[in-house]
């Protein structure tokens, strides 16, 4: 799924003799499924992790996508926003968010909380923010 994207990254981390974050195990997934679903009342998108079973969370080149660890808290980081939106990544440009209205999501400005972009899909976004992260 993320595959492609993460390898092209990986590359140039290697370069730096640096990796990729391990993934996340299936006992970190449970416990912060069932956090992710106590906290903001939905289900936890499958895309998600999807990605945290490949790579538990990201940062390259000033892009993050939050990992089992710091998903939650870091929202707490952005209390004006998650009224609205649930953040899942972010680089100095931007957030990268699902709307909790009506499940779409996308990049939103920083620092007006405009809508710069709209993703179809989770896994159209964390794809986005990868290729960005080798771009930038």
């Known amino acids: 799924m ?16 640096e990796n ?3 993934p996340a195990d299936e006992l970190e997934i449970k416990r912060f499924s069932e956090v ?22 990201f940062e390259f080149n000033g892009c993050i996508i939050y990992s089992c660890q710091n998903m939650v808290e870091n929202q707490l980081d952005y209390d004006f926003l998650t009224d609205n939106y649930i953040v899942f990544a972010e680089y100095d440009m931007g957030w990268f968010c699902l709307e909790k209205s009506n499940g779409k999501y996308f990049e939103l400005d920083r620092p007006s909380g405009e809508r710069v972009r ?7 976004m964390i794809k986005y923010i990868l290729s960005l992260s080798v771009r930038l």
């Open 2 to 17: 993320y595959q492609m994207e993460l390898d092209a990254v990986k590359a140039i981390k290697k370069e730096y003799g």
């Open 20 to 22: 990729l974050p391990p």
């Open 36 to 57: 992710f679903g106590e906290v903001f009342r939905i289900e936890i998108p499958q895309e998600y992790l999807a990605f945290l079973r490949l790579c538990n969370g």
């Open 118 to 124: 709209i993703f179809n899909t989770l896994e159209e």
